[in-house]
């Protein structure tokens, strides 16, 4: 992957992530019933396909970095949608290192299982 490439999906998956947070968050306050949620879910869950599409690493180092960046970039979204539709105060340092360590794990993973998936039932040529 590219540094642009990168870098796209990183701002990618950053607004995604604030965007299906701040819905979700929404939906809460308001409620909503227990269907709705789960049907949000599963658009988060499509959300997260569509991104492993389109930016599925080539390797596993590839991977490890892009899930660094993102992870960073997540916990800053997550965050931003709680100051924003909570209006509450800053998060606590602990709080924000474990929505960081939380995004590291599930993203690494992630991203690593589709890289060797990948390399394993390639569906695109190699892009240089």
Do not use: I, K, N
Not at 13 to 30: F, I, K, P, S, V
Not at 47 to 64: D, G, K
Request: proline fraction near 5%.
């Amino acid at each position: 992957m590219t540094r642009r490439r990168v870098a796209v999906a990183v701002v990618s998956a950053t607004g995604g992530t604030a965007l299906l947070a701040g819905a979700y968050l929404l939906m809460a306050r308001a409620d909503a019933p227990l269907l709705a949620m789960v049907l949000w879910g599963l658009v988060a869950l499509a959300a997260v396909l569509a991104f492993l599409t389109r930016f599925r690493p080539e390797r596993v180092s590839q991977a490890v970095t892009l899930a660094a960046l993102t992870a960073g970039g997540q916990t800053l979204a997550l965050h931003g949608a709680l100051l924003l539709v909570l209006h509450g105060s800053a998060p606590a340092a602990g709080l924000v290192l474990r929505h960081l360590l939380a995004f590291l794990l599930l993203d690494g993973l992630t991203l690593v299982t589709a890289t060797l998936a990948g390399q394993w039932f390639p569906h695109r040529p190699p892009s240089r």
